[in-house]
Antibody, heavy 125, light 107 residues
Framework: EVQLVESGGGLVQPGGSLRLSCAASGFPFSSYTINWVRQAPGKGLEWVSHISSSSNAIYYADSVRGRFTISRDNAKNSLSLQMNSLRAEDTAVYFC??????????????????WGQGTTVTVSS | IVMTQSPATLSVSPGERVTLSCRASQTVSRNLAWYQQKPGQGPRLLIYGASTRATGIPARFSGSGSGTEFTLTISSLQSEDFAVYYCQQSHNWPPLTFGGGTKVEIK
């Protein structure tokens, strides 16, 4: 089955750390760019980070740059998000999502075409 | 690029035609996607390239627009379509940016 499965969420105190994982199956993981997207309780979607297939292009949202680190292990079909110096505003469901180059009749575009079910991170004392 | 969706909430009856709007603060060409999200689930890709349905998406979903103005239309709302819908641009990134969402609820 083609899927992404997140894990590693939990309750952590402000200033603490947490490492999220995303396990891929059913598709050639090493060929795809992956993003992390989060959703605060009752809020919309917020892009967090991006890593290209070979890890040579990595980007972060301003809100997490310098605190979060994205990495991947293509041999293990897995992705990680190391989150340090966590704040209350990092409380959210974190999704990993595959970023695919999709073609249509007159061109092509990128979109997040496969999402996991999410893992919940709560930052609170 | 700031993405703005309207309305925030839409109350409709099953079988009705629904039109959701998404506006970009600057042109995104046709690099616009629509997603559906149900409670407790990750989002699902509906439309990419502004108007192309993703694999397995029913024909009642259609997208249109280019530049800064986009529309998602559901021709005849089914019970399983009650959800939150997001637009997202991939024209000028990082960051990828999403609209605030439109919740389609039962009237």
């Amino acid at each position: 089955e083609v899927q992404l499965v997140e894990s590693g969420g939990g309750l952590v105190q402000p200033g603490g750390s947490l490492r999220l994982s995303c396990a891929a199956s059913g598709f050639p993981f090493s060929s795809y760019t992956i993003n992390w997207v989060r959703q605060a309780p009752g809020k919309g979607l917020e892009w967090v980070s991006h890593i290209s297939s070979s890890s040579n292009a990595i980007y972060y949202a301003d809100s997490v740059r310098g605190r979060f680190t994205i990495s991947r292990d293509n041999a293990k079909n897995s992705l990680s998000l190391q989150m340090n110096s966590l704040r209350a505003e990092d409380t959210a469901v974190y999704f990993c999502a595959r970023y695919s180059h999709l073609t249509f009749l007159t061109g092509a575009s990128y979109a997040l075409d496969l999402w996991g079910q999410g893992t919940t991170v709560t930052v609170s004392s | 690029i700031v993405m703005t969706q309207s309305p925030a909430t839409l109350s409709v009856s099953p079988g009705e035609r629904v039109t959701l709007s998404c506006r970009a603060s600057q042109t995104v060409s046709r690099n616009l996607a629509w997603y559906q999200q149900k409670p407790g689930q990750g989002p699902r890709l509906l439309i990419y390239g502004a108007s192309t349905r993703a694999t397995g998406i029913p024909a009642r979903f259609s997208g249109s627009g280019s530049g800064t103005e986009f529309t998602l239309t559901i021709s005849s709302l089914q019970s399983e379509d009650f959800a939150v819908y997001y637009c997202q641009q991939s024209h000028n990134w990082p960051p990828l940016t999403f609209g605030g969402g439109t919740k389609v609820e039962i009237k």
